[in-house]
């Protein structure tokens, strides 16, 4: 088996405001092993950001309550202090942001940057440091990175400013790599791009990755392990091919089923589901999903664990409804009929 | 949406529309270069009918859309608008034009004044062509029942309201002079997989109803194949093929949207897993320089020498189906002499003659 970098259990995030708590992240648990790819799966509000900001102790602050526990290869990063963090935040875990327009620093070159990265962890001096960040370039494949190097990052282009991203985040050869929806702000061309230099990057440098994305189809061809998240929750989490071929939680078929596809022919019109993301203030009692789910019964007002309910270990989701009945009653959705009877 | 799209008149006609923005240096402001966002692109949208448009970002839809609008002048060219030219009007004659032609913008928190109520944002356009007050509550409040709010909504602010609820007011204020052309930019790629499908569904049902013509310009080759009944593919300011929805996606012909289709994510990993992707390297050139002869073909796998020298004209390959290519692919021997004959254009090769230069699934480049 191999080495078990991240091992976060039962986490909660919850952020004290004017409204009251909001419970951003409310009881969630994975793993991630080395070489492997997660991929976090959810609407905006579903609590995924937060939750990978928190593995990086980004989320500290005043107002912020934490439970539960992330470990990093067996140290708690919640409890950690400070200089503790700062060791490993940028050296053994790192982060690729959304938006590589304002998450680069537009008065210093993508030079100075990267080589900033290097010199807090490392002692380099700042002709080896500037090496090494003319190597990142060329690794996540600038061109002429000798000159660019000296660029500003307006001089950039939004692909080449995320690969820039790219490059700061492996400066100092971490074993965590967190992609917030690196390719959101990119056209489709330049995610593909993206994705396979995060997909060989992960090798080359033998680390771990955790993908969060709103998109089904980017974690589709990546990830090896999926959790689907929802108003702070985790529904479902199965490996890749169990949760696109036998999907358990109805908010997971109705993810997969509003997509418009290219590999199906055109339909009449889209599943869509119904109404919006509850609050995370006053969330519903019970399911959390109930109010939008045309499944809903009784039972979803008792709010159900996560847990294995089919054949294959290791495929856990939070519904009531026996498996027999999600295979028959998932079908009109998944195949994007409009309305799920 | 439906094939109404035969035989309509065409609302809108594009007639070698060009927009250049000059950019100027110096203390005299002299004109050193231009940006050619459009250049000589023409087409017609016929009445009933949604055209998608797609394309990069820096492609020059944006430009297009507003230039069809007339939020900007063409530098060069015409707009004719139900038989009229409007691509010189003035401001003063262009008002009662603005009646039938609105726009949805892509970023629902960017395009509501924060400091405005609901009914006074969608009450505005109304209020400028003079609608009486009294009619304009009951008006508004109708729309805001019609893009799926309720009428309650009508003293609330924006920031009260959720993304998706944001550009269904967007989508009010649009339709709120009974517009005949709707061009919607990015309507949903500010929003949400599930709110997503709702807006679609929503502008389907909308289209219908008030029997609208859009213009819909998206970078999503999946949500612009669901709503158009034809699509144009832009590059670097070039409109490069242009052909009925199922048509462009079951046998494209330019290469560049052979690439573009391969690199729309599918939600399904075996499938992903197999089939050929053409990942294209580097980033669209600069519009300020544009690369000689065929804009694509330094991304252009199957580029040969006549690709940098001639610029392809946009070539009709029956069935409505044009594009600009040197090399056309999913094309027979048949289809291919006769448009040998018709035109002085000679496409290089059939499809059994265009061979990749590249490998298809090509990683991204090894470390040197």
């Not at chain 1, 959810?42 to 934490?66: I, P």
């Not at chain 1, 067996?74 to 963090?85: P, Q, S």
């Not at chain 1, 050296?91 to 807090?120: H, K, R, W």
Request: hydrophobic share 35%; aromatic share 4%.
């Amino acid at each position: 088996m191999a080495e078990r970098l991240i091992e976060v259990t039962d986490l909660k995030v919850q952020f004290a405001t004017e409204d009251g708590m909001v419970k951003a992240v409310d009881g969630v648990s994975f793993e991630l092993e080395r070489g492997k790819v997660l991929g976090i799966v959810g609407e905006s509000g579903s609590g995924k950001s937060v939750t990978a900001m928190t593995l990086l102790g980004l989320t500290r602050d005043q107002n912020t309550r934490f439970e539960g526990e992330v470990l990093y290869k067996g140290r708690d990063v919640l409890t950690m202090d400070e200089g503790e963090l700062q060791e490993v935040r940028g050296n053994e875990m790192s982060m690729i942001f959304q938006d590589p327009m304002t998450s680069l620093n537009p008065v210093y070159t993508i030079g100075a940057q990267i080589c900033e990265a290097i010199q807090v962890h490392e002692r380099a001096d700042k002709n080896t440091a500037r090496r090494r960040a003319i190597d990142l370039l060329k690794q996540v494949g600038i061109p002429n990175a000798d000159s660019r190097v000296d660029n500003y990052p307006h001089e950039f282009s939004g692909g080449m400013r995320q690969r820039a991203m790219i490059a700061m985040a492996l400066a100092c050869n971490p074993d965590v790599l967190i992609a917030d929806e690196p390719t959101t702000a990119l056209d489709v061309t330049i995610q593909a791009q993206i994705i396979e230099l995060i997909d060989r990057l992960k090798d080359e440098f033998n680390s771990a990755v955790i993908l969060i994305t709103h998109d089904l189809g980017v974690v589709a061809d990546v990830a090896d392990e999926i959790v689907v998240m929802y108003a702070g929750r985790v529904v479902e989490r199965a490996h890749t091919r169990q949760l696109f071929y036998d999907p358990q939680h109805p908010y997971t078929w109705g993810l997969l089923g509003s997509i418009p596809r290219l590999d199906r022919p055109k339909q009449e019109r889209l599943h869509s589901i119904k109404g919006t993301p509850p609050s995370l203030i006053n969330a519903p009692a019970g399911c959390k999903f109930r109010p939008r789910c045309p499944h809903a019964f009784a039972k979803c007002t008792e709010e159900p664990p996560l847990e294995n309910r089919v054949e294959e270990p290791g495929h856990l989701d939070r519904c009531w409804l026996s498996v027999e009945e999600k295979r028959r009653l998932r079908e009109p959705t998944l195949a994007g009929a409009e309305e799920a009877a | 949406m439906s094939e109404r799209s035969n035989g309509g008149e065409p609302l809108v006609e594009v007639k070698h529309v060009k927009k250049y923005f000059p950019i100027r240096k110096g203390v005299l402001g002299r004109e050193v270069a231009a940006v050619h966002a459009v250049d000589d692109v023409t087409f017609a949208v016929s009445e009933g009918e949604t055209l998608g448009l797609v394309g990069e970002s820096g492609c020059g839809k944006s430009t297009l859309g507003r230039t069809i609008v007339r939020l900007l002048e063409p530098t060069d060219g015409n707009v004719v608008f139900e038989g009229r030219d409007i691509s010189k009007l003035g401001a003063r004659a262009l008002r009662p034009l603005r009646r039938e032609m609105q726009m949805i913008f892509q970023d629902p928190y960017a395009s509501l004044n924060p400091r405005q109520r609901v009914g006074s944002i969608i009450g505005t356009p109304l209020k400028i062509h003079g609608v009486a007050k009294s009619e304009r509550r009951q008006r508004v409040q109708e729309l805001l029942e019609t893009v799926g709010l309720s009428p309650e909504h009508y003293n609330r602010f924006p920031h009260e309201f959720s993304g998706g609820q944001r550009q269904r007011i967007g989508v009010a204020r649009a339709l709120a002079l009974n517009p005949k052309l709707v061009v919607a930019d990015e309507p949903v790629s500010a929003l949400d997989v599930s709110i997503q499908s709702q807006m679609l569904n929503l502008l389907d049902d909308l289209q219908k109803e008030l029997s609208l013509t859009y213009i819909f310009i998206a970078h999503d080759l999946g949500v612009v194949r669901h709503v158009s009944d034809r699509i144009a593919v832009m590059y670097l300011g070039k409109l490069v093929e242009l052909s009925p929805a199922e048509d462009l996606y079951q046998r494209p012909i330019m290469p560049y949207t052979e690439a573009l289709l391969s690199a729309v994510p599918i939600p399904d990993p075996d499938l992903a897993h197999a089939r050929e992707r053409i990942v294209l390297q580097g980033d669209v050139p600069s519009p300020i320089n544009p690369p000689s002869g065929c804009r694509f073909h330094p991304r252009c796998r199957y580029m040969t020498d006549i690709c940098k020298e001639v610029e392809p004209p946009l070539v009709d390959y029956g069935r409505g189906h044009l594009a600009a290519c040197h090399h056309p692919l999913n094309v027979d021997r048949e289809t291919l002499e006769r448009v040998r004959v018709s035109k002085s254009h000679t496409p290089g090769s059939a499809d059994e003659g265009a061979k990749p230069r590249k490998p298809g699934k090509e990683r991204a480049r090894p470390i040197p």
